[in-house]
C-alpha cells in the first residue's frame, strides 16, 4: 500500500468526555486538547488531513463520537486517562465493531503509566508512552504502508501476538520543542465554547515547558522523571502573536507545572507581552513554585497583564511535606504569597487532604496556613493515588484501597469520595476534613470578599458554577448511606 499523504483524511483523533455518570470533576475549567492539536498539526505538516473531536467540550456520547468518524479510517487515536476509562473503553469497542481493520492507538497519563493494564483491557492495537507528536506520524506510515502498526514507534506498547507478551520500545523524549508547531485550532470548536476564570474572553491555553523537576509522590515520574523542556521565549512569543492575531484571543491560561522556573525565560516572555501592549489577561492556572519570585519579579508579571497567580502547596505540615516528597519552604512561600497580593492579584492555593501522616494536627495547622496567608481561593481535594505514583505505591505497600483508581473511576477530586485509608487515618477522617476545610474557610465574608474582586460577568459566573460543584458533593458526601467496609 502507498505511503503518500493523499490518504490521509482517514486519521482521527479523539479527545473523549468523562462518562455521564461522573461526579467531583470540575466542569468549570475546560481547555481545548493542546496536546491532540499539536499532533493533528504535526500530521498537516507531513501532507495529511486529520480529523479532531473533542468530545469534552462538546459533551458528546459514545454513539454520536462514532458517528462522526469516517468511512475508510486506518488509524484512531485517543487520549486516555483513569477520568475517560470507561468512555475511552466503549469507544474502542464501538470502533471494533465499525472498523474492524482500524488501528486503535490510546495515548495519554494511564496508557504511559500502566500500558499493560491498558492493552489487557481495552480492544487497542497499541499504546504510546510520553509524547506522541512523532510516534503518531511513524503509527500512520506504518499502517499506509501495511506493516505493523508498532514498529519503530517510540514509546510503543504492545502485546506479543504469539506469546501475549508486553513488548515496549524506549521513550524518546522531544528535546527540541520549538521545532513543534502550533496546536490546529482550526480543526476545534471555537475558542468561545471552552472556559476558566476569565477576565476576558475568548480565553487560549500555553504549555510552554513540558516536565517537572520535582518528585511529589502524588505525581507520575516514570515517564518524563524530573527532566524539563522548555520552548524559547521567542517560540512563545510567535504563539502568542498567532492567537491574539487569528483567533483573537484576550486571555492567555498557561498550563505548565511550573513556569516560573527558568527565571531570565519567564522575564523574557513577560517583557515581550509588554512590548506588544495586547492588553492580555494571563492566568497562571496550575501553579508556579514559590523560590526566587522578588517583588521586581511580581511587579513584571503584573506590567505583564497577569491577574491570578496559584501555588501548589499540598500541606503546611512540614511531616507530611517530607512523606509526599513535597521541597517547600513555607516561609519563602509566605513571603511570595504577600508580594502577590500586594500586587493586587488573584491567589490560588491548591491542597491536599488525606495524604500519609497527616493526622488532627497536621491537618488544621494547614488550615490556620491557608487562612492566614488570606488566600483569595483555597482549593481543597481528596489525594488520589494515580496509578504509577509513589503515592500508589506508598498506600499498595501499607494502606488500603477503597475505590481501584486503575479504572472505572468515575469521581474527581472535588466529589468528596476518599479513595484510600492510611496507617493513623480512616476515611471518616478524610471526610470530616474535608467538609470542616470549605466551611471554615469560605465564610459569608470570605465569599463577599471574592465577588467583590471579580472584574467581569464571566468570572463571576465562574465562581458560581464552581461553588456549587464544590458543595453539590459536600451534600452527596454528608446524605450518603455509609457503606460496609471490606
Given at each position: 500500500m502507498a505511503t503518500s499523504p493523499s490518504n490521509a483524511s482517514n486519521v482521527v483523533l479523539i479527545n473523549p468526555s468523562p462518562t455521564a455518570d461522573a461526579r467531583g470533576i470540575n466542569e468549570t475549567s475546560v481547555w481545548p486538547p493542546v496536546g491532540l492539536g499539536i499532533m493533528a498539526a504535526v500530521l498537516e505538516g507531513k501532507g495529511y488531513q486529520p480529523t479532531l473531536i473533542d468530545a469534552n467540550v462538546e459533551r458528546l456520547m459514545v454513539v454520536e463520537v462514532l458517528a462522526r468518524i469516517p468511512q475508510g479510517v486506518v488509524l484512531v487515536g485517543i487520549s486516555l486517562n483513569s477520568f475517560t476509562y470507561n468512555f475511552v473503553q466503549q469507544l474502542c469497542a464501538g470502533l471494533r465493531e465499525l472498523h474492524p481493520a482500524v488501528a486503535i492507538v490510546l495515548g495519554g497519563p494511564l496508557p504511559s503509566a500502566d500500558p499493560e493494564l491498558v492493552l489487557r483491557n481495552f480492544p487497542c492495537t497499541m499504546v504510546v508512552r510520553g509524547e506522541g507528536e512523532f510516534a503518531i506520524v511513524k503509527i500512520l506510515q506504518n499502517v499506509l504502508a501495511g506493516a505493523r502498526a508498532s514498529d519503530g514507534v517510540p514509546g510503543g506498547a504492545w502485546l506479543d501476538l504469539?506469546?501475549?507478551?508486553?513488548?515496549?520500545?524506549?521513550?524518546?523524549?522531544?528535546?527540541?520543542?520549538?521545532s513543534l508547531p502550533f496546536p490546529a485550532y482550526h480543526l476545534l470548536p471555537p475558542l468561545s465554547r471552552y472556559k476558566s476564570r476569565s477576565r476576558k474572553r475568548p480565553i487560549a491555553p500555553m504549555i510552554t515547558s513540558r516536565g517537572c523537576a520535582y518528585g511529589c509522590s502524588?505525581?507520575?515520574?516514570?515517564?518524563?522523571?524530573?527532566?524539563?523542556?522548555?520552548?524559547?521565549?521567542?517560540?512563545?512569543?510567535?504563539?502568542?502573536?498567532?492567537?491574539?492575531?487569528?483567533?483573537?484571543?484576550?486571555?492567555?491560561?498557561?498550563?505548565?507545572?511550573?513556569?516560573?522556573?527558568?527565571?531570565?525565560?519567564?522575564?523574557?516572555?513577560?517583557?515581550?507581552?509588554?512590548?506588544?501592549?495586547?492588553?492580555?489577561?494571563?492566568?497562571?492556572?496550575?501553579?508556579?513554585?514559590?523560590?526566587?519570585?522578588?517583588?521586581?519579579?511580581?511587579?513584571?508579571?503584573?506590567?505583564?497583564?497577569?491577574?491570578?497567580?496559584?501555588?501548589?502547596?499540598?500541606?503546611?505540615?512540614?511531616?507530611?511535606?517530607?512523606?509526599?516528597?513535597?521541597?517547600?519552604?513555607?516561609?519563602?512561600?509566605?513571603?511570595?504569597?504577600?508580594?502577590?497580593?500586594?500586587m493586587g492579584m488573584v491567589v490560588y492555593g491548591f491542597f491536599i487532604i488525606g495524604l500519609p501522616g497527616e493526622d488532627e494536627e497536621a491537618f488544621y495547622r494547614t488550615l490556620s496556613f491557608a487562612k492566614r496567608v488570606r488566600l483569595d481561593i483555597a482549593n481543597f481535594c481528596i489525594a488520589v493515588p494515580f496509578v504509577g505514583t509513589e503515592l500508589y505505591r506508598q498506600v499498595e505497600a501499607k494502606g488500603r484501597f477503597l475505590l481501584d483508581t486503575t479504572r472505572d473511576l468515575n469521581v474527581g477530586f472535588y466529589s468528596g469520595q476518599v479513595f484510600f485509608e492510611y496507617p493513623g487515618m480512616t476515611k471518616e477522617d478524610v471526610l470530616r476534613r474535608y467538609k470542616i476545610a470549605y466551611r471554615t474557610f469560605y465564610t459569608p465574608w470570605q465569599q463577599i470578599r471574592q465577588v467583590l474582586g471579580m472584574r467581569s460577568f464571566a468570572e463571576f459566573s465562574w465562581f458560581v458554577q464552581t461553588a456549587w460543584v464544590v458543595l453539590k458533593n459536600i451534600l452527596a458526601t454528608s446524605f450518603a448511606k455509609p457503606q460496609p467496609r471490606n
Open positions: 504469539d506469546t501475549g507478551e508486553l513488548r515496549m520500545a524506549p521513550v524518546e523524549r522531544i528535546q527540541d520543542l520549538d502524588f505525581c507520575s515520574k516514570d515517564i518524563f522523571q524530573r527532566k524539563v523542556t522548555f520552548r524559547s521565549a521567542e517560540n512563545v512569543l510567535e504563539e502568542i502573536d498567532l492567537l491574539v492575531k487569528r483567533y483573537g484571543v484576550r486571555q492567555l491560561d498557561i498550563l505548565d507545572d511550573n513556569f516560573a522556573m527558568n527565571k531570565d525565560r519567564m522575564a523574557a516572555i513577560l517583557d515581550g507581552l509588554i512590548a506588544r501592549n495586547y492588553g492580555l489577561a494571563i492566568n497562571l492556572n496550575v501553579g508556579i513554585r514559590s523560590e526566587g519570585l522578588t517583588r521586581e519579579v511580581f511587579q513584571k508579571m503584573k506590567q505583564a497583564g497577569v491577574f491570578k497567580v496559584a501555588f501548589g502547596i499540598e500541606s503546611a505540615d512540614p511531616r507530611v511535606l517530607e512523606l509526599c516528597q513535597k521541597k517547600l519552604r513555607l516561609d519563602v512561600l509566605e513571603r511570595a504569597i504577600a508580594l502577590a497580593k500586594e
